[in-house]
């Protein structure tokens, strides 16, 4: 029996006993794509990295099953199955011959055959042992994918959740580095619909949608990431820009998303004989979250001149 046999006439039904794909929030997705494949240069790539299956539940990844044919060890793909879940920064994985299962405790350590595949709920709690209401809100909105015209990139999604863990934990400064062309202004949108939607806010009672500043160094920046937060509501969107301030005689307050760039809030015109610049007519703490694109470039210098609208 062919590998494609035992999934079918095996591995899937295990999996359906179990309640994956029947469960209500419960997913299989098969011949999930991880990567591409290294770039080796000349037009080619190495080999593409694709799990069998990943069990997703309450829009998580809990799970990656690796399968083999039926004549095969039942272990034959624990190396895959670790290394795909190492990939997705998924804590269980396992592998199969359709006759056994053998699971990996990716946390632990700990390895060993397996009676069947654990529940939806199961997964869950052994992921998460301790409960935490932010987490499970964040958790019952789905990622923005345009229909599933989108997905995002492996380690875009670990961003986001690695994001919405420390905040889930309380933790209130929170660094990503990623190179150039990785994603950073998708993963900066993903983690503002989770909030915006689930109504994240700095009381830590889901009263209100959060107050979001993305606050970069050029306009171009600035206005590429008002373009791509376009999957807002139209009334949630600000774009913050000096001409408008100075026309109204006031800083735009009325808005979820607000977009603009250092040297913006620190103009002004000063009062009293004093400098006066803009952001100083925003009260404390009321954006709940700040996205301050490429930070190194000034906003995370402690002698920067732009530190104050930080502070």
């Not at 069998?52 to 539940?57: A, G, I, K, S």
């Amino acid at each position: 029996m062919n590998e494609a046999e035992t999934r079918a006439e095996h591995i899937d039904p295990a999996l359906k006993a179990a309640g994956w794909g029947v469960v209500e929030g419960s997913r299989i997705l098969r011949e999930y794509p991880i990567t591409l494949g290294r770039i080796e240069g000349q037009g080619r790539r190495g080999k593409a990295l694709t799990a069998d299956y990943v069990l997703v539940y309450r829009n998580h990844k809990l799970a990656v099953v690796e399968a083999k044919a039926w004549d095969e060890q039942v272990s034959e793909g624990v190396a895959q199955a670790k290394n795909y879940a190492d990939k997705l920064a998924i804590r269980y994985t396992y592998s199969t011959n359709g006759q056994g299962i053998y699971g990996i405790d990716m946390a632990e350590g700990s390895e060993g055959d397996v009676r069947q595949y654990p529940t939806p709920e199961q997964l869950w709690t052994l992921t998460f042992a301790e409960t935490n209401a932010w987490r499970d809100r964040f958790a019952a909105v789905p990622f923005e994918d345009k229909g599933g015209y989108f997905q995002g990139r492996y380690y875009q999604d670990v961003a986001v959740e690695r994001v919405l863990e420390a905040l889930a934990a309380g933790r209130d400064r929170i660094l990503l580095t990623l190179a150039t062309g990785t994603g950073k202004t998708f993963i900066a949108f993903q983690i503002a619909w989770k909030l915006f939607h689930s109504r994240w806010n700095l009381s830590r009672e889901p009263v209100r949608r959060p107050r979001i500043l993305f606050l970069a160094d050029r306009n171009i920046l600035a206005n590429q990431a008002f373009n791509a937060f376009s999957a807002f509501p139209e009334d949630a969107l600000v774009r913050i820009e000096p001409d408008d301030i100075r026309k109204k005689g006031k800083v735009p307050k009325n808005g979820n998303l607000f977009f603009t760039i250092f040297q913006t809030f620190m103009s002004g015109p000063p009062k009293d004989g004093h400098p006066s610049p803009y952001f100083g007519e925003y009260p404390p703490d009321f954006f709940d979250f700040i996205v301050i694109d490429e930070c190194h470039r000034g906003g995370a210098n402690d002698e920067s001149n732009w530190r104050g609208i930080l502070e």
